[in-house]
């Protein structure tokens, strides 16, 4: 990452035109980040706000490093890239789901102590949301990291899919109206976007089923660990039978409490 008291000259700027251009870049990444609920932003949309105006072709890469270092040492985020996870190895035929899986893309993570951010960033009217995203990456972790969306062909077991375990909930793929989470599919296709998950197709000789899998921002380090902790605890007190309920307990708990860091 660069720094504020790196040489500019070679992109025939001044320090106020450098400047503006970090403060325009920063301003977009706050706004889509709030926008679009935590969605990636593509790299090609920041580097667009630098070569409106400016031709030189590395000054995208420096501005968006200066954006960087704002947002860390200003707001206490990190701007991190996403590398897209190769999807599991399979003999059936794969058809992605997922768009621009080759763009590079950042997203937005708290660099602030939990507390802090609980205090001071949190919105209490979407911790429902974030315990719905801690359930359905738990369960994609408990079924090892891929599970079938629905139960459609005799090749796959009812337990095996990911709507089974989510209807034990209460949650439903018709329901649009949740009290609490409203259209409940779209949530989910929310977590794709948001690149929690990533979706596939495969098409085998009993038919195509669709997948997800674990994708970047539920394989990063601190969410992983933090997701195999509640689920050996919740393992520890119920059997089988009943874990996904007490996961699903569990994290609205810990989501209201801001200690579950998808932030």
């Not at 079938?148 to 109206?177: I, P």
């Not at 495969?202 to 997701?227: N, Q, W």
């Amino acid at each position: 990452m660069s720094n504020l008291g790196d040489d500019f000259s070679q992109f025939d700027i001044s320090k106020e035109e450098k400047d503006k251009l970090v403060a325009e870049v920063v301003r977009y990444i706050l706004f889509k980040t709030h926008q679009n609920s935590g969605c990636p932003i593509k790299r090609e949309e920041l580097s667009q706000l630098v070569t409106k105006n400016y031709r030189h072709r590395s000054l995208p890469a420096y501005i968006i490093n200066e954006a960087k270092a704002k947002l860390s040492t200003i707001f206490g985020y990190e701007l991190r890239e996403l590398q897209r996870s190769r999807p599991s190895s399979t003999n059936h035929s794969r058809l992605s789901q997922q768009s621009g899986v080759d763009a590079k893309s950042y997203v937005v993570i708290s660099q602030l102590p939990a507390e802090v951010y609980k205090k001071y960033v949190e919105d209490v009217n979407t911790s429902h949301l974030t315990g719905f995203t801690f359930v359905v990456i738990s369960i994609v972790q408990l079924s090892g990291g891929k599970i079938a969306e629905d139960f459609h062909t005799s090749y796959y077991s009812c337990a095996d899919n990911l709507w089974h375990h989510l209807k034990r909930m209460g949650l439903h793929e018709t329901d649009e109206n949740h009290p609490v989470l409203g259209n409940v599919k779209q949530v989910l296709e929310t977590l794709v976007q948001q690149r929690y998950l990533q979706k596939d197709k495969v098409s085998g000789p009993d038919g195509t089923t669709l997948f997800y899998e674990l994708a970047e921002r539920a394989l990063d380090g601190t969410v992983s660990e933090k997701i195999k902790q509640y689920i050996s605890q919740a393992l520890l007190f119920l059997s089988d039978t009943f874990h996904v309920n007490l996961i699903w307990e569990r994290s609205m708990n810990t989501a209201a409490n801001g200690a579950f860091p998808l932030h």
